[in-house]
């Protein structure tokens, strides 16, 4: 990718040296619900998300952060992203007749405290529609080269994009209806329903990555590092990896197939139309 000495975002917060304890909190869509759709990129089950938890009484004592060069790099280059994923959906937005509200981005290192609760970078990144933020430790960036097989900018990229679909699905409603399943699904039902909800936050990336090549930084191999990132995090390859076999009723993320299918319709298509997954005969 071509990106440095393009424009940054302005809706970075950055969190890192802070530390982040503190109980579970409720969010606007309310309690649990949050956490389950607290939607980081890893694929884990809603017991690894709460492992990952701080369980202590208060936030931790601010410490000094020394950011190396390479951190630096990394987080500029996650503000130009995110920078160019708001300048992509303002426009989208504004063809359908409608706003686009952009999020903000918080760098954290170890541990923080969102509006869905406190988590550990063991969670991977994540969006909390409570407050509407992405949550990335740059860590991650290291462990999709070297534990996910997934490197390459443009796999970061993806990652950044995915969150963002996330937002683009609590402006356009749908986290809500993603809250009001969790009440009336049994948990096979509603792990069906969440992979939907994740395939279709991945055909947003795609539709980012359509716009991205247009912006004329994308280079010759980026869109095989994203489809390789989105076939990394697929759930039958992590059951794989973690346990040496699948469980199907698990999934809540999407196989590994799904994943880059979906990211890949959205690349083809650059826009909204096609990104119906809940009503998609075939995943």
Known sequence: MQWKGRQGSSNVED??????????????IGGL??????????????????????????????APYQETAEEQELADFVSVVL????????????????EYKEPTLVLYTGSVQSACGSASSAVGPFYCPGDQKLYIDL??????????????????????????????????????????????????????????????????????AHHAQGMGYLEEGDLEEAL????????????????????????????SEQRKRWFYKGYEAGNLDKGDTFNARNL
């Open 228 to 255: 390789n990132a989105a076939m990394a995090v697929g759930d039958d390859t992590i059951q794989k990896r973690s346990q040496g076999y699948v469980v199907p009723d698990s999934f809540t993320h999407g196989t």
């Open 15 to 28: 969190r890192r040296g802070m530390g982040g304890g503190g109980k579970l909190l409720g969010g606007g």
């Open 139 to 208: 860590s991650f960036y290291q462990d999709l080269q070297t534990k996910f097989k997934a490197p390459g900018d443009f796999a970061m990229a993806y990652v950044v994009a995915h969150e963002v679909g996330h937002h683009v699905q609590t402006l356009l409603g749908q986290s809500d209806k993603l809250a009001a399943q969790r009440q009336r699904l049994n948990e096979k039902q509603f792990n069906q329903y969440q992979v939907r909800f994740e395939l279709q936050a991945d055909y947003y990336a795609g539709v980012f």
């Open 33 to 62: 619900v949050l956490v389950l759709i607290m939607t980081f990129l890893g694929g884990g089950d809603l017991g690894s998300l709460l492992n990952g938890m701080g369980g202590g009484t208060g936030l931790q004592s601010p």
């Open 83 to 98: 920078a160019d994923t708001e300048q992509v959906w303002s426009e989208i937005f504004r063809e359908q007749g409608l």
